[in-house]
């Protein structure tokens, strides 16, 4: 055997002596949030319930599963596995993530829960024509949740198949079908009271787990910071170039463009997720929903603080090889790396240690899915189904059995698509995500909120314009093809976009289109709604 495959062996072997403990630990997880879910469930009996979980949470609360929401495979896989190989390069994403929570506190939190019900589509539609915004916004949410589903089968897949020893594509394929069918279920019985107590429950798990192998690689290095990063370096083979900028953005010119449209889509695209702007319509006040982010932020940053440590320890204690051959994105970085610290490959430590990281891995990945289909779901049947389709004549009754079957359709997408991706870097295939968001939800969003002048023609152009721009230049991208190692498509080469996020051209698109919509357009803004939606999105009067 080739050196390079030498540890994902030694891995594979450690898995296989503790395999039942390991299928033990992810089947007590499952059985747990199964429970939960179905205590949930029976508790959700109106839309409100099932949308928003009868808007019932704390602050405290909901902050705790807003962090469920946004801490997802990307961070905890994608993250650390981007670090271990690129070095500082990697680390970008980390602040990526967290600035952009500024975005979502300072521009749409409060004026968002203050201005609808359970969507994106009801605060555009409170002062333009319902039927073609509700169907545009609706259309957006589901495209970018199953962008975001992508990287959750993707870091599914890859971590289940190290653990079980599964190396073929047909076994990873019906990994990723498993939590596809898990997720169905969540959503479909439990709804937002369902998912919400199984993100409180997967947040607490996952910050536990970091904290101890964070604590784990500290001690190692006896808690000298400098000691760590020299020996990553060193590790690494690139010597003082991997603790410095341009390992992977900025040698070329195109790299450097790629960075920037990296930095805009991560900075831009959290206030326009729409598993993220659900969460808003949870708590009871638009001041909960205030301090629900404030809570979130703390949670989220010490979390990313933390991602450096796992990033840098598993370049220090792993070789490149190693954690390239485990997976060629790097998203096994997190687990290998539990397993060496824990005392290396064949000892119950290392093993124990694995199981515990993977299993808490896992975790976030049922949890994110289930908040992505939700969202996805819910917009669909809010939206298109009862105002578009029905014409706002649906019952609650029957718009929440639209849910669920919406919950079942998108479950079986995100499956056939997941199945494509399993070789993806999940950080990579999240910003991308953040880069559809930022391009088609945000700029509708802040316009509607803050410009007198926005027309429905405007947001209809903003919507599908950077919806479109963002979509056509990522399936043309080195992200589908051209790449013979990270591609989605190896073997074939159809792309002819430069750049592997589209950010830095399809955000400006979708604020430009938007403009230039609403200039071009018609139709007579109607004062009086405008003016209705301002007081009500900053003081919160007539709210929901």
Known sequence: MSAPYAHLQLAATATSEHRPLIIA???????????????????????????????????FQNGLAVSGDYMSAASFLGIAGAIALFGYDGFLYSIGFLVAWLVALLLVAEPLRNSGRYTMGDVLAYRMRQRPVRTAAGTSTIVVSIFYLLAQMAGAGVLVSLLLGITSDAGKILIVALVGVLMIVYVTIGGMK??????????????????????????????????LLGTAAENSGKGSAFLEPGLKYGKTGTSKLDFISLGIALVLGTAGLPHILIRFYTVPTAKAARKSVNWAIGIIGAFYL?????????????????????????????????????????????????????????????????????????SFAHDIYANVIRKGKATEQEEVRAARWATVLIGA?????????????????????????????????????????????????????????????????PVVSGNPKTSMFKGVDFHWFP??????????????????????????????????????????????
């Open 25 to 59: 630990l992810f089947s007590v997880f499952v059985v747990a949030t199964l429970v939960i879910t179905v205590w949930a469930g029976r508790q959700t009996k109106s839309a409100a319930d099932f949308y928003a979980g009868g808007r019932q949470f704390t602050a």
């Open 194 to 227: 369902g998912t919400t107590w199984v993100q409180m429950v997967k947040a607490v798990l996952l910050i536990a787990g970091t904290v101890l192998i964070t604590f784990l690689i500290l001690l190692k290095f006896n808690f000298n910071l400098s000691d």
């Open 306 to 378: 933390m991602t450096i440590v796992l990033g840098f320890g598993a370049a220090a204690l792993l070789k490149p090889g190693d954690i390239i051959a485990s997976n060629p994105a790097g998203n096994t970085a997190a687990p290998l790396a539990a397993l060496e610290i824990g005392g290396g490959s064949g000892s119950n430590g290392g093993a124990i240690l694995l199981a515990v990281i993977s299993a808490v891995a896992f975790a976030t990945i049922l949890a994110v899915v289930a908040g992505l289909t939700l969202a996805s779901s819910s």
């Open 413 to 477: 997408v995100a499956i056939v698509l997941g199945a494509f991706a399993r070789d993806l870097n999940v950080a990579g295939l999240v910003a991308l995500a953040f880069a559809v968001a930022a391009s088609a939800n945000l700029p509708t969003i802040l316009y509607s909120l803050f410009w007198k002048r926005f027309t429905t023609q405007g947001a209809l152009w903003s919507i599908y314009g950077g919806l479109t721009t963002a979509v056509v230049l990522v399936l043309f991208s």
């Open 499 to 544: 750049l592997e996020n589209p950010g830095l051209i399809s955000i400006p698109v979708g604020f430009l289109l938007g403009l230039i919509g609403s200039l071009l357009s018609k139709e007579e803004p109607d004062a009086g709604k405008y003016a209705e939606l301002e007081v009500k999105s900053l003081t919160g009067v007539g709210a929901h």
